[in-house]
């Protein structure tokens, strides 16, 4: 039985295996894939974004412990920093959230970022849609906190929350950031230090004053302490909140079609590059076209239209 008819059957080893393939970049976990996406499309994806040390980990074990009280199954994307010498994740992440390492309602899966920008892994999307086919209602990614560069996240999840703390110093770099464009909810965690009502009152003027954001959702602030597991609660309310905007407005509707859009151009590209350079790597041509470049008998623009005509004329 095939990888995925397992996944579907409930066997969370074969899922596990097949992650494992994904990361790896397998080319037979594509074939997995193509049987699992159709299965696809059910589960709402939370986004969790922010600086280090904002406490973002923590901060998703009490969600997912309070939509496991809402008996929702949980599946969990860590995406941790890449080791320089394994090139794995660090599994930082999956250690804070050990207590629910027994809970056979949640999945929790750890990615190595392995040099690639936008907070996630390359591989963040094909894992959701695994944990997605094997019917989680609700996926939580966690991004590796890079700062200005997460945005990948906004392409993948319904919802996005970018979490701060108070006293991180200069907080017009929110504004430098472009936070207030990719948040669909603020929180401000560790909200028992100093300063932290004064950090969500500068916040909640930005968010009133930005031009650019949807104004049929104005995000709200949520202040939370998430190691105290206090404003939890009311959390997962502005989350559902914005699940509710989602679907009732029909932006989910937009929102769904650029994801895919994206997806497909993604992949096209990644494929029609594999291809063109793998071709003319094996066979020597790509030495050859760097040579006649540092000679300068070549220009790039005229190679890159020759090696295009002869793929595409071959076939």
């Known amino acids: ?70 008996e929702m199954r949980v599946g969990i994307v860590a995406i941790d920093p890449t080791s320089p ?12 959230m050990n207590r629910h390492a027994d809970d056979d309602g949640v999945f929790i899966r750890s990615l190595a970022t392995r040099g690639h920008l936008g907070g996630l892994s390359r591989s963040t999307g094909d894992v959701v849609n695994v944990m997605d086919a094997m019917g989680m209602d609700v ?18 999840a319904h919802t996005t929350v970018v979490v701060m703390v108070p006293g991180l110093g200069d907080d017009i770099q929110a504004i430098k950031a472009g936070i207030l464009e990719i948040g669909d909810v603020f929180v401000v965690n560790k909200a028992d230090r100093a300063d932290a009502d004064r950090a969500v009152r500068e916040l909640t003027v930005m968010l009133e004053m930005n031009p650019d954001k949807d104004q049929r959702w104005r995000p709200h602030v949520v202040k939370t302490e998430a190691s105290r597991n206090r404003g939890i609660e009311e959390l997962v309310q502005e989350i559902e909140a914005h699940r509710n905007y989602l679907h009732h407005s029909g932006a989910i509707r937009h929102f769904l079609e ?15 590059f594999a291809e063109v350079y793998g071709h003319i790597h094996v066979n020597g041509r790509f030495r050859k076209i760097v040579e006649g470049l540092v000679s300068r008998e070549q220009d790039p623009y005229s190679a890159v239209e020759e090696i295009l005509a002869e793929k595409f004329a071959a076939r």
């Open 1 to 70: 039985m095939a990888l995925a008819e397992r996944i579907l059957t409930g066997d969370v080893r074969a899922a596990a295996r097949l992650m494992r393939d994904i990361d790896d970049g397998f080319k037979s976990a594509v074939e997995e894939l193509k049987i699992l996406y159709p299965r696809t499309g059910n589960a709402f994806i939370i986004g969790i974004t922010g600086p280090p040390g904002a406490g973002k980990s923590t901060l998703v074990d009490q969600l997912t412990a309070a939509y496991r009280r809402r």
């Open 85 to 96: 010498f394994t090139g794995g994740a660090i599994l930082g992440d999956r250690i804070r």
């Open 139 to 156: 996926i939580i990614i966690e991004t590796v906190g890079v700062g200005q560069d997460e945005i990948d996240i906004v392409r993948m």
């Open 258 to 272: 650029e994801k895919n859009a994206r997806l497909f151009l993604e992949l096209l590209k990644e494929r029609l």
